[in-house]
């Protein structure tokens, strides 16, 4: 997880009024797996990346930058790609 945006992964977490047990029920994994992701020790899955990405609402574009900490590729960046990591 070395490009992971582990203080805005937090940000997120707090912005929805979630403690790391309640998101991590939700994601489907411990509340130890996701406090390790949460401080940049473990990386997640990417399937529990992309139920991350749906129950935090977050757009593909945020979700990329979160992930890599890079803008989404000017080729995404349009209607054409509904959906890409959802």
């Known amino acids: 997880m070395s490009h992971m945006n582990i203080r805005r992964m937090r940000e997120l977490r707090l912005e929805k ?3 790391q047990q309640e ?3 939700l ?3 411990t509340v130890q797996a996701y406090n ?3 401080k940049g020790r473990r990386s997640l899955k990417v399937s529990t990346l992309l139920r991350y990405q749906k129950v ?6 945020e979700m990329w930058r979160l992930c890599t900490g890079a803008p989404l590729p000017m080729r995404y960046e349009t209607s054409s790609h509904p959906g890409m990591l959802s």
């Open 23 to 25: 998101l991590a029920d």
């Open 27 to 29: 994601l489907g994994i």
């Open 36 to 38: 390790y992701a949460e």
């Open 17 to 19: 009024n979630m403690t």
């Open 56 to 61: 935090m609402g977050l757009e593909d574009a």
